[in-house]
């Protein structure tokens, strides 16, 4: 299933909704410890955890981007900047594991847009399929789940042309 994308005040929200067989702390693992991060993310670290901490991403060449820590609750919620965009992850315990709530707030849709919504996808599919202890395509899940998000932005009316 596809996120929501609905329209907030300075933009959009893609908001997706997951439920993970496995307790909030396993799923916390996956949003904190860096050899977790770095299995279903890669280049992406947690260099400084807590409320003014910040994450970094690899750009190649020894050149690294950081994102600002933006919310911070241990266990349940870590939010940061993600360029002009914002990430919010929030876990609450439920029957049998964990309901995540993954929401990208984004100023503005672009042509790279539905690449970055369908890679935020492909993203909770991989955390989920290493907490299930087996591996998924990381390309061929993008390749599945990227025209499906653009014929979802085309129909809300934006043009890619």
Excluded: C
């Amino acid at each position: 299933m596809t996120a929501e994308i609905t329209k907030n005040p300075t933009g959009y929200n893609a908001t997706f909704e997951r439920h993970f067989n496995h307790p909030p702390e396993q799923v916390w693992a996956m949003l904190t410890n860096n050899h977790k991060i770095n299995r279903w993310f890669s280049g992406l670290q947690m260099a400084q955890e807590g409320e003014s901490g910040h994450l970094t991403l690899a750009m190649g060449h020894g050149k690294k981007k950081e994102f600002p820590i933006t919310q911070y609750e241990q266990g349940k919620i870590l939010a940061f900047e993600w360029g002009d965009d914002h990430v919010h992850f929030e876990l609450t315990p439920a029957e049998n594991g964990t309901n995540v709530r993954m929401i990208e707030t984004l100023p503005d849709i672009t042509g790279q847009t539905p690449k970055d919504v369908a890679g935020w996808h492909v993203a909770l599919d991989i955390m989920e399929a290493i907490l299930d202890g087996h591996g998924i395509e990381r390309t061929a899940e993008w390749d599945r789940w990227y025209p499906e998000y653009k014929r979802l932005f085309e129909s809300m009316g934006v043009d890619f042309a």
